[in-house]
């Protein structure tokens, strides 16, 4: 059952809202994102992570709207993670749902573990970590797309 | 207007039933009128003669490019309601059953019928609830006592699971089936998209399958007539799959170029919610003409 407090209830017109901003984060990452060959670059590099982690996010609120009627909320991350992995859709079993789920826990993971570096840090991500962040993201927008019409 | 008519369904008459018209035998019917509306009024009134003698609707397509090529494609067809595109399993098991069925099977954690209510978006909690009792009484979900709450979750396990699988299924096999028949058109289309209530599922029993297709140039006139048997085809399909009507915008590369500079509304909708059937996605297709 969810915890009220960690969760927010939200429609399937919100679904479709966060998956309309979900594409619109993942298109202005990509834009953004340089080789990021050039030291000067590495501040748009850091930018496009920003973006691509808040792309993630939308993509998984999605879903959980659209599926489980509630949404994580607040900066919970472990709550967020674990409660995506609780939707199923697409092809297959209850077990290749099940992978498919967990597959998107642990993308949606990985990104949030870069949250507050690319958001607030000063440190800034190089290529290979954007990389990494959009491909994330790329897979959780793909997925809400596919299921939030 | 009301002369050619008249004699173009004599003409109409002697044709085999539930044939298309190739683009030669309508352009020899229509060569009277010089008047693009005349020719669009003259093609719908030929279909709709045809459809008032056989006490069927009767429907028509008519497609023009820059005046240079004009394809018709007229087919017969029987009205009658069709298939729920919002939710198809609605034609054997009706109500909310589907889209509860849909809910529970969304999730894998227990659900209250409140929270089923919302997600499925359909009918009241009461009426939820009572839905979910006789599923749970068939033993379809199961239901629990939590904490003085009824908690409901689907039953894999039952004998009935693979037939709700193959209900919630339905929804996706309508552009399954379009890609699959489009792969073998020769010519095939340039790239085709679902889009409209069938993409968005949203659509009810009398909603129209609205399919995009652009299509490749045709230079021949056997290249022109088999594009227009092909689309004149893929229509009695997919009626014969749903009941439904399917209504296909049938646009080159060049009119979907101009659309997009004019900020069409559609194209928009397109690439919102279109799904695509065949050769490359929209919004890819745009910016290589770009």
Redesign the interface.
Known sequence: ?SAPLRRR?C??EDARARR?QAVAYLETAKLVTSDGSLPAEYDYNHVAAGVAVLAAIAASDALCC?????RSRGQDHRDAVDLLT????G?GT?AVQ?KR?RDLGTALATVLDFKDEAHYGTTLLGPAQVRRLIKGADKLVSAAVAVV? | MKAIAEGDVRAARSERRGSAWCPAEARRLLAASKDDRLYALSALAIALAIGRRKGEAGRCQLIFESGVNTLVSISKVSYCPGMDLSEPGRGLAGGLTMPILRALAGRSSPATAAQLTRVADVGTEAGVRRALERLAAHGVCWSEDVGGRLVYTLNYDHLLYDAVAALLDVDRELPRRLKNTLADWDPAPVSAVLFGSAARRDGDVDSDVDLLLIRPPLRTEARKREWVRQVHELRAAVHRWTGNRLQVLDWSSLVLRRHERSDEPLVASLLDDGVSVAGPRLASLLERSA
Not at chain 1, 66 to 70: K, P, Q, V, Y
């Open positions: 059952m209830r429609t399937g309309r659209r599926l489980l009627g509630e609780t939707v199923r859709f092809d209850p099940a789920a019409r």
